[in-house]
């Protein structure tokens, strides 16, 4: 455990944790609060889309040979009259 806490990452997690929770605080005491928002937004954003843009072609892919699968089936269904 006392290795755990002296690690880099343990630091790391602990100096993200303290940023995250000091800036909202200083930047809502300055009546900033807004620009944060934006900033965060704006950082965000590309992220979010890419994301967005990676699930609709899985989705696109499996739903393709879901489809694919179905008409096989069908095919077969009817070969077998």
Request: charged share 15%.
């Given at each position: 455990?006392?290795?755990?806490?002296?690690?880099?990452?343990?630091?790391?997690?602990?100096?993200?944790?303290?940023?995250?929770?000091i800036f909202p605080t200083v930047f809502g005491v300055m009546g900033l609060s807004g620009a944060l928002k934006d900033v965060v937004n704006v950082v965000l954003s590309p992220v979010q889309k890419v994301f967005t843009y990676c699930t609709d072609a899985v989705d696109g892919f499996t739903s393709f040979y879901t489809e694919f699968d179905r008409i096989v089936e069908e095919i077969m269904h009817s070969a077998r009259r």
């Open positions: 455990m006392r290795d755990f806490l002296k690690s880099n990452f343990f630091s790391t997690v602990v100096i993200i944790a303290l940023i995250m929770a």
